[in-house]
């Protein structure tokens, strides 16, 4: 019989506070647009997969041997970060990057956003990335009160081997901790092998215990500190 998940739930909501959404993404909730969801089983490549939500504790957070290398690698990089835009140049990176997928692949770009990206659901920003004058990387990152939270990311193939998903990530990181927040949700992980494993080299990393709603370190051994009470 096919597997079926446990947790699969729904809402709209067209805008949310930033403490508001702290509560949703620490209890798994992520969103695309005002759809939230969380489901805890997911179907890829004919093989359901454990959906485990996951964080970054920004302030115990620690680059590896490979961050450091894919850091220095793109030093050419130039950043541009401000509210969410999506502009012709993000458009055709996204076509190009959805060609790696084999499954669940994206119409389009605005599957994921509302047409006032900045502000809807909630505050948003966008984290360009240049070589020269050519958009070769972006990524999205909700500001909420105490956490941010990755919305989605996109890299030209053409150049894959600078770890770009990995360097947009780690710029989230830096941003967050900046900001003064504790937590960067990177969105979901599976605990089988899957195409979001890159999430899983990050140190300070926490999954969603789902039977509990506790987090843990990845490795399941110790509670992670959980977020205030702020009802």
């Not at 360097?167 to 195409?195: D, I, N, Q, W």
């Amino acid at each position: 019989m096919d597997r079926v998940p446990n947790i699969d739930e729904a809402f709209f909501a067209n805008h949310v506070s930033g403490l508001t959404m702290d509560q949703l993404w620490a209890a798994g909730w992520r969103h695309q647009g005002t759809l939230f969801f969380r489901y805890d089983a997911c179907e890829m490549q004919g093989a359901w997969h454990d959906i485990v939500p996951v964080r970054i504790r920004v302030g115990d957070f620690q680059m590896s041997k490979s961050h450091r290398r894919v850091w220095r690698k793109n030093a050419d990089i130039r950043w541009e970060v401000g509210p969410a835009i999506i502009d012709e140049p993000t458009h055709e990176i996204f076509e190009r990057h959805k060609t790696r997928f084999q499954d669940n692949i994206p119409e389009s770009i605005h599957c994921f956003f509302t047409s006032q990206p900045h502000d809807t659901p909630c505050e948003c920003l966008s984290l360009r990335a240049f070589l020269g004058n050519r958009l070769v990387a972006a990524s999205f990152m909700d500001m909420g009160g105490l956490c941010t939270s990755s919305v989605y990311a996109i890299f030209d193939p053409a150049f894959a081997r600078r770890g770009l998903g990995t360097l947009t990530l780690l710029k989230e990181v830096e941003l967050t901790r900046k900001s003064g927040r504790t937590f960067l949700y990177p969105g979901y992980a599976t605990r089988e092998p899957s195409h979001y494993d890159y999430k899983k080299t990050f140190s300070a990393l926490e999954g969603l215990h789902w039977p509990s709603s506790r987090w843990l370190d990845w490795d399941g051994s110790t509670p992670g500190p959980q977020l205030p009470d702020f009802d």
